[in-house]
């Protein structure tokens, strides 16, 4: 189910992996706990074209608290309040970098249809339980993930990079424009990531090499 819910163009570049997602669902299938996100939007950040892909922006985890997560990074539904802490101060330096306003709401949809792969490392976790599932195999698929997308796009490609962990990502992008600040988690938001610009500075970089810049607005 995973791996057809992918857009063939993903399941043509990823077909090697289709074992490994079949045996991470029936891992989740066979857990005792719940997980985030439901089933069905696990696989959303695929749905796209791949050769659509012209931004990346690197997750860890899904949110864990109920309601949350929606298979896209950092995003979560119009309904949701308060707004998740990281994404709050996203929407913050979102504000600050381009001089406009934006929503309080966090539905990052539309920027996914516009070509920015919202991707976490591990695609899912237990219910109220952050990074449960980092052994299940979820790595092994986004680190091939990563490869495509540099080997296919290269220099077409803007990748933003938020903390550590992300930026761990950096040599597999060897070929890509990379953005990196702090995250914006608030233990780390006021060191580095509020006043770094990802926003116009990605912008920027992809009209230099000839593509149309991202409307950011939610």
């Given at each position: ?215 950011w607005s939610c």
């Amino acid at each position: 189910m995973f791996f057809e819910q992918m857009h063939p163009s993903w399941r043509e570049a990823l077909s090697e992996f289709e074992p490994l997602l079949r045996d991470i669902e029936e891992k989740l299938d066979s857990a005792p706990n719940s997980y985030v996100p439901e089933k069905s939007l696990i696989m959303r950040a695929f749905q796209q074209p791949l050769e659509q892909t012209r931004v990346l922006i690197v997750g860890q985890d899904p949110y864990p608290t109920a309601g949350h997560a929606i298979g896209l990074s950092f995003a979560v539904n119009t309904d949701v309040k308060p707004l998740p802490r990281s994404l709050k101060n996203i929407l913050i330096e979102l504000k600050d970098d381009l001089g406009k306003a934006v929503t309080a709401e966090g539905d990052l949809s539309a920027w996914s249809q516009q070509g920015v792969l919202l991707l976490n490392r591990h695609l899912t976790t237990d219910l109220a339980e952050a990074g449960a599932h980092t052994e299940i195999g979820w790595s092994k698929f986004t680190d091939a993930v990563i490869r495509v997308l540099n080997r296919r796009l290269g220099r077409k490609l803007v990748a933003i990079l938020w903390g550590n962990q992300a930026m761990q990502l950096a040599p597999e992008l060897c070929d890509t424009v990379v953005i990196s600040s702090a995250h914006p988690s608030p233990l780390s938001a006021r060191r580095g990531f509020f006043g770094s610009k990802p926003f116009s500075k990605t912008n920027s970089a992809l009209v230099a090499i000839g593509e149309q810049p991202i409307d950011w607005s939610c």
